[in-house]
């Protein structure tokens, strides 16, 4: 399985961005898909999820409300839809893949895929 993150830039804080991560090879047993972010000089964060099963989502609580992360399973694509950005949002953002169920999917260490990141960049 390859991850493709894209969509990052710089944009102005209050700005949307839309990030995409495209899947190819075997997704057949895919059980949710997330985005994680990572500022320069801190761990790798969790910001939102949604289950490949049946499209339930969750969010940090600093996503909640101004992020959206969705599915398009014909594309084999995951979205983020990130509005009024702030410029703590600035980090490298990864899609991540897990294939079996877990509860723990705010834990990084439990994904087998991982994109290469795509960066945001927002100024104030």
């Known amino acids: 399985v390859q991850l493709q993150a894209s969509g990052g830039g710089v944009v102005q804080a209050g700005d949307s961005l839309r990030l995409s991560c495209v899947a190819s090879g075997d997704t057949s047993n895919t059980y949710i898909r997330a985005w994680f972010r990572q500022a320069p000089g801190k761990e790798r964060e969790f910001v939102a999820a949604?289950?490949?099963?049946?499209?339930?989502?969750d969010y940090a609580l600093s996503a909640e409300g101004r992020f959206t992360i969705s599915r398009d399973s014909a594309k084999n694509t995951v979205y983020l839809q990130m509005n009024s950005l702030k410029p703590e949002d600035t980090a490298v953002y990864y899609c991540g893949q897990r294939g079996r169920y877990t509860n723990r999917y705010r834990d990084r260490d439990v994904y087998d895929y991982w994109g290469q990141g795509t960066q945001v960049t927002v100024s104030s």
């Open positions: 949604i289950s490949m099963i049946d499209g339930s989502a």
